[in-house]
């Protein structure tokens, strides 16, 4: 079983700025991607769970619920990549904290 801990703390660490983010910040892009990071993360963990099955796509809840999608999202991949090769939860790590370095620049 995989220590997902990387992906978790990432995913906590962007999903609290989100939440703690002014208005006009969230407007000016952070809550745009994040929500493209959470769409992407649920995407993921769908295909580890149903490989064959067309991935759902996360709907998009408002500016204010953006933090909360992608800690939720976020949840899932780690459980979902418990099992899964360390490369998978490596790029997902990564991707996340990149995104979270976009969205606040």
């Known amino acids: 079983m995989l220590d997902t801990t990387p992906l978790i703390t990432a995913v ?29 993360l649920a995407v993921r963990a769908q295909r580890v769970e149903a490989p064959g099955r067309e991935p759902r796509i996360m709907p998009d ?11 939720v999202a976020g949840r899932d991949l780690a459980v979902a990549l418990e099992m ?3 490369v998978e939860l490596d790029e997902a790590a990564q991707f996340v904290e990149e995104a979270a370095a976009r969205a606040f620049a």
């Not at 609290?16 to 994040?34: F, I």
């Open 61 to 71: 809840a408002g500016i204010f619920a953006i933090g909360d999608q992608l800690a």
């Open 84 to 86: 899964a090769p360390s």
């Open 12 to 40: 906590d660490r962007f999903a609290d700025r989100l939440r703690a983010a002014p208005q006009s910040r969230l407007q000016r892009g952070a809550a745009a991607e994040g929500l493209a990071v959470a769409r992407e």
